[in-house]
Structure formats: structure tokens, C-alpha cells
């Protein structure tokens, strides 16, 4: 494994965030806690595996839109381009956008370090010719792009309908942020999850093989290991389903009985059935994210979805130009 192929810049939260975030969350009312924080490794695991079953259509549906339109989001994006990859995960969803554009850069950003740079080797043994980076850091709170020596022009990649895990006013929040770190002339790139049947919301996150179950009680894994939190694993249950006024899958930990949970010196109290918030997913039709990306300030260029409309790629302009 060739390390000078990498160029890694650690802006890594340390553990006091999740500390600092779980301690906030559970003091709450209801009890909450953002989903940012299933990414150590094993969730990231997980999470990929989320991916492989057969009721996760967002991840392979995605992936056929992508390589499908390659060659289309090449020519709109443009030459000598810095491909910039929020939440990029094992990285399998780019391999498309990197044959297709041969971007003179590529950053990859994540949250989970050690992933991340298992993705990032594999991408610069597989991609010799590309300049390489790796950055870990919490985008979500501040985006900080790395320098690369190659590429004038950004194209941001945020794949997965992560966007779906932000409040609709955080998002618009959070797409200026991103909007002006890509400016004068830059574009994104964003995968999102549409409106559809109620059933296969569901199943898509209450998998036979229970793997979503396990990424979800996977954060009370990390609150015993990373923080020292004395907990009943067993006392908590797995729920997701979609809430139709608000048009998002909510994901809850669901406690069994009456319980504590104890971290540090502080105890947080929980009766049967009460829960804690670990994700919401929103939906939305092509309508409503345009409007919501005119909010923050882009320009939608240009929309792919599949023939079933279960998925939607968006190309967004930074820089305000027009729509052809």
C-alpha cells in the first residue's frame, strides 16, 4: 500500500463531541441524538452492508443513475475539475464519476476515519493518475476543503440522500455552507430519496436480516465503549417508520422497561416505551428539493430518476447561472 498516494488532513472531532452531543441529546425532551454519530467503523460496516440487502433500494438505485448519466454529469461538470466527496463512505458510488471525468482531483471527506482511508488506498491503487485526499472531519459543523495542487473548478459529490438527515431548515442552512465553499464556479452533485409507497419506505429500513437493527443499537454500542455509559443493550428494541406529515422515515432506540442510563457522573431515566431519536430520513419530490436548493442560493441545472421514480440525482449550480 503506497502512503505518499494520500494526502490526509485530520480535522477528526475528538471524543468529547460524541460525549458533549449524547450527553445534550439525552437530557432532551424527547431524547434525541444526531445520526452522524453511527459512523465509527463498525457502523460504517454496517451501514455498507445496509446497502447490500434487498429492501435498500436508494444504494443500487443510485449507483444505476450514476453510471447511467456518467457520461452526461461529466460534460456538465467539466475540465480539470477537484471532485470533493461529502460523507464518502467505502467510496463505491464515485468509481462511475471518476471513469467518466477524470477529475485532476479527488477529496474524500468522512466522518469515520479508519474507513475512510481503507477507501481512499483502495481508490489510489485502483486510480494512479489521480491526486488523492483524505479528509476526516465533520462536515456537517463546518466545511473545510483541503488545497489541492490540481483542479480549478469544484464539483461537490453528496451521495445517499444524506440530506434527507437534516432538518429542511438545517439543510438549506447547510447547503449554503457548501454552496460557498464551492464558489466562484463550482457545482454539486447530490443523490435524494423520493416520495414513494409507504411499504417500501418501510421495509428499506426494517430489513429481514435485521442488519439496520444492529446499525441502529450500534450508538449505544458506542456510548458503552467510547464514553464509558453503563446501559442495558438488551433493554432497547429497533423501530423506523415513515411519518407522513412530515414526510420522513424516523428511526427511534425504543426502551423495553423502566431503565437508566449512566454516563459519567449523570443518569438519564427512561420509562417503557419512551425513545430516543437516532435519524430522520426526509423525502422529497423533485419539486420540493429544487425549491429547497433555490433556497440555498443554487441553480438546478439538471434531474435523473429511474424509471420507477424511487431515486433522483440533481445537478445544482453554484455560481447562479441558468438552467438550459
Given at each position: 500500500?503506497?502512503?505518499?498516494?494520500?494526502?490526509?488532513?485530520?480535522?477528526?472531532?475528538?471524543?468529547?463531541?460524541?460525549?458533549d452531543d449524547?450527553?445534550?441529546?439525552?437530557?432532551?425532551?424527547?431524547?434525541?441524538?444526531?445520526?452522524?454519530?453511527?459512523?465509527?467503523?463498525r457502523?460504517?460496516?454496517?451501514f455498507?452492508?445496509?446497502?447490500?440487502?434487498?429492501?435498500?433500494?436508494?444504494?443500487?438505485?443510485?449507483?444505476a443513475?450514476?453510471q447511467?448519466?456518467?457520461?452526461?454529469?461529466?460534460?456538465?461538470?467539466?475540465?480539470?475539475?477537484?471532485?470533493?466527496?461529502?460523507?464518502?463512505?467505502?467510496?463505491?458510488?464515485?468509481?462511475?464519476?471518476?471513469?467518466a471525468?477524470?477529475?485532476?482531483?479527488?477529496?474524500?471527506?468522512?466522518?469515520?476515519?479508519?474507513?475512510?482511508?481503507?477507501?481512499?488506498?483502495?481508490?489510489a491503487?485502483?486510480?494512479?493518475?489521480?491526486?488523492?485526499?483524505?479528509?476526516?472531519?465533520?462536515f456537517?459543523?463546518?466545511?473545510?476543503?483541503?488545497?489541492?495542487?490540481?483542479?480549478?473548478?469544484?464539483?461537490?459529490?453528496?451521495?445517499?440522500?444524506?440530506?434527507?438527515?437534516?432538518?429542511?431548515a438545517?439543510?438549506?442552512?447547510?447547503?449554503?455552507?457548501?454552496?460557498?465553499?464551492?464558489?466562484?464556479?463550482?457545482?454539486?452533485l447530490?443523490?435524494?430519496?423520493?416520495?414513494?409507497?409507504?411499504?417500501?419506505?418501510?421495509?428499506?429500513?426494517?430489513?429481514?436480516?435485521?442488519?439496520?437493527?444492529?446499525?441502529?443499537?450500534?450508538?449505544?454500542?458506542?456510548?458503552?465503549?467510547?464514553?464509558?455509559?453503563?446501559?442495558?443493550?438488551?433493554?432497547?428494541?429497533?423501530?423506523?417508520?415513515?411519518?407522513?406529515?412530515?414526510?420522513?422515515i424516523e428511526?427511534?432506540?425504543?426502551?423495553?422497561?423502566?431503565?437508566?442510563?449512566?454516563?459519567?457522573?449523570?443518569?438519564?431515566e427512561?420509562?417503557a416505551?419512551?425513545?430516543?431519536?437516532?435519524?430522520?430520513?426526509?423525502?422529497?419530490?423533485?419539486?420540493?428539493?429544487?425549491?429547497?436548493?433555490?433556497?440555498?442560493?443554487?441553480v438546478?441545472?439538471?434531474?435523473?430518476?429511474?424509471?420507477?421514480?424511487?431515486?433522483?440525482?440533481?445537478?445544482?449550480?453554484?455560481?447562479?447561472?441558468s438552467?438550459?
Open positions: 500500500m503506497n502512503n505518499a498516494a494520500i494526502q490526509f488532513h485530520d480535522q477528526q472531532p475528538d471524543v468529547s463531541s460524541l460525549r449524547v450527553l445534550r441529546g439525552l437530557a432532551a425532551q424527547p431524547k434525541a441524538i444526531a445520526p452522524k454519530f453511527f459512523y465509527d467503523a457502523g460504517s460496516e454496517l455498507d452492508r445496509i446497502c447490500a440487502q434487498p429492501e435498500y433500494y436508494p444504494t443500487r438505485t443510485e449507483i443513475l450514476l447511467r448519466y456518467a457520461d452526461e454529469i461529466a460534460q456538465l461538470a467539466g475540465a480539470d475539475v477537484q471532485l470533493i466527496e461529502l460523507g464518502s463512505g467505502a467510496s463505491k458510488k464515485v468509481r462511475a464519476l471518476l471513469d471525468m477524470q477529475p485532476a482531483a479527488y477529496v474524500g471527506i468522512d466522518i469515520s476515519r479508519d474507513f475512510l482511508m481503507q477507501a481512499t488506498h483502495r481508490l491503487q485502483d486510480y494512479p493518475w489521480l491526486e488523492v485526499h483524505a479528509a476526516c472531519a465533520d456537517s459543523r463546518r466545511l473545510d476543503l483541503p488545497r489541492c495542487q490540481s483542479g480549478a473548478r469544484k464539483l461537490a459529490f453528496y451521495p445517499g440522500s444524506s440530506i434527507g438527515n437534516f432538518e429542511p438545517d439543510a438549506v442552512r447547510f447547503l449554503r455552507q457548501v454552496r460557498e465553499a464551492l464558489l466562484p464556479d463550482g457545482a454539486l447530490i443523490g435524494v430519496d423520493r416520495k414513494k409507497d409507504v411499504g417500501v419506505l418501510e421495509a428499506a429500513y426494517n430489513d429481514a436480516a435485521g442488519v439496520t437493527r444492529e446499525f441502529n443499537l450500534n450508538l449505544l454500542v458506542r456510548m458503552r465503549e467510547e464514553l464509558g455509559a453503563r446501559l442495558d443493550l438488551d433493554g432497547f428494541e429497533h423501530r423506523a417508520f415513515y411519518n407522513n406529515v412530515a414526510g420522513r428511526m427511534h432506540l425504543v426502551s423495553r422497561g423502566r431503565q437508566c442510563i449512566e454516563i459519567d457522573a449523570r443518569r438519564f427512561f420509562v416505551g419512551e425513545t430516543v431519536h437516532t435519524e430522520s430520513s426526509y423525502k422529497y419530490s423533485v419539486e420540493e428539493f429544487q425549491h429547497l436548493a433555490r433556497n440555498a442560493g443554487f438546478p441545472l439538471q434531474v435523473w430518476s429511474d424509471p420507477r421514480a424511487l431515486f433522483s440525482v440533481h445537478f445544482l449550480g453554484a455560481a447562479g447561472r438552467a438550459s
